[in-house]
């Protein structure tokens, strides 16, 4: 995604670009990430609402699911948006020259690229956007290379459900694939070596492994699998607290940079210990004319970056001055509830040495929760002591992804909180809850009527 960007960009500004791509259009996000996992967690919910809802009016009952049907449609959308938002806007740009293959540098300005065809084309630039992205990242495990498990590649797109389903992983895709899993009819157990969601704010894993529970997910966290077997069509799991045994295995431990075979070490380029290309803000790497961008950076690993960040790098490659600023930047974890956050928490900003007040609403207090009977969950609000200038945001709520981009716009404009407790906000919204969190500052919001201003 940051590549096609930048070349689009880079091509608008009178650039001659060539693009080498080895595998698919798209990167990760419309081909094996947000895109068919979103469909697939949709159809997952839509299924549990069936199963369960809080309405006493309305009647449960067991969902029909047919997983092929539901994949055959993640297909058919991938490539229809791979199609309509990569494939035709290169093929419509005569600037672009699309190349199928692998590419390497050979020294900083060359570049050769291994064809499909067959043979090879040697590329000589004088600026060069590495935008490789990520694979998923498997953990040295004894005896996992030796079983059929799945990565989420595989899984976002499964036909068939699990009668178990092992889950090792405890960020992003483990928890978004685990209760879609559960919902669409799998048994499902999920090893955290640590807590759910670890780099967050303790209170959005908690809150989390409490919502999987009650929907009978299995959550064992401070567990690691030591050796992993299979044997006639089953998966054990060696771990501290006994085996844990399984018919498909999901290893979702993040995505690794692929840039191992890009000849990195020809050109200088430094990396962290992850392989990912550091860059600035201005996407620049430590070789002065070659950018970076996407999954395979330093940068967080979200495809509005990575987008974000190949517009930027077109516009510097090409004579302007262009920077990437991540300090209000939003993210969304597509479980329900969900889990959404920017800016900073109040670690973070222990960190960084600034002082912090906080407060913290039950959605029992939001009305709009009330009303839909989906009281789960919280707002959280920290802000600098004294002056009250909002830093940042931590949701677990319904629509907690719905929500943050108000709280990030505050964030960004250096709002206090009771600037935004101060602003109209609908009645009755889920958004409504950052305005009654902001007032908590203030005011005893138990206090106040339904809709008070």
Not at 72 to 83: F, K, P, T
């Amino acid at each position: 995604s940051g590549g096609t960007r930048a070349a689009r960009i880079a091509a608008g500004h009178g650039a001659r670009v060539a693009v080498a791509e080895d595998r698919y259009l798209g990167g990760t996000c419309v081909n094996v990430g947000c895109v068919p996992s979103k469909i697939q967690i949709r159809a997952a919910q839509l299924a549990q609402y069936q199963r369960e809802n809080p309405f006493e009016g309305l009647a449960d009952h067991a969902p029909a699911i047919d997983r092929p049907q539901i994949a055959a449609q993640q297909h058919s959308r991938v490539a229809e948006l791979r199609q309509a938002k990569y494939q035709k806007i290169l093929d419509d740009n005569p600037g672009i020259n699309m190349i199928r293959g692998r590419a390497r540098f050979e020294d900083a300005n060359s570049l050769l690229v291994d064809l499909h065809g067959g043979g090879q084309l040697q590329i000589t630039a004088d600026r060069v956007l590495i935008a490789t992205g990520a694979s998923p990242m498997i953990p040295p495990i004894p005896g996992l290379a030796d079983t059929p498990y799945w990565t989420s590649d595989e899984a976002v797109f499964s036909n068939e459900t699990p009668e178990h389903l092992l889950v090792i992983g405890s960020s992003v895709v483990a928890v978004e694939q685990a209760q879609a899993f559960r919902r669409l009819g799998s048994k499902v157990t999920i090893l955290a070596r640590s807590t759910l969601l670890s780099s967050e704010d303790p209170n959005l894993g908690a809150g989390l492994a409490d919502a999987f529970r009650a929907e009978g997910i299995a959550v064992c966290e401070h567990t690691h699998a030591s050796a992993v077997g299979y044997e006639s069509g089953q998966f054990v799991l060696e771990t501290q607290k006994g085996p844990i045994r399984g018919d498909r295995l999901l290893i979702a431990t993040g995505r690794a940079p692929n840039t191992r075979d890009l000849g990195l070490e020809q050109i200088g380029a430094e990396t962290d210990k992850r392989g990912g290309v550091k860059v600035d803000e201005h996407l620049r790497t430590s070789v002065e004319h070659i950018y970076a961008t996407g999954d395979c950076t330093d940068l967080p690993q979200l495809v509005y970056v990575a987008a974000a960040g190949g517009t930027r790098a077109a516009v510097n490659m090409t004579g302007g001055d262009a920077r990437l600023d991540l300090s209000a930047m939003p993210a969304v974890i597509f479980t329900e509830p969900q889990v959404a956050t920017v800016g900073l928490d109040e670690g973070q900003a222990r960190v960084r040495g600034i002082e912090t007040e906080s407060r913290t609403l039950p959605l029992e207090h939001v009305p709009r929760a009330l009303a839909n009977f989906e009281t789960r969950g919280f707002v959280k609000l920290v802000t600098e002591a004294g002056s009250h200038r909002l830093l940042g945001a931590q949701i677990l709520a319904a629509e907690a992804g719905e929500m943050i981009q108000t709280a990030a716009l505050a964030v960004h404009n250096g709002m206090t909180v009771e600037a935004l407790g101060d602003l109209l906000f609908p009645y009755l919204v889920h958004v409504e809850a950052l305005k009654l969190c902001a007032q908590t500052f203030t005011k005893d919001v138990e206090q106040l009527s339904c809709c008070a201003g």
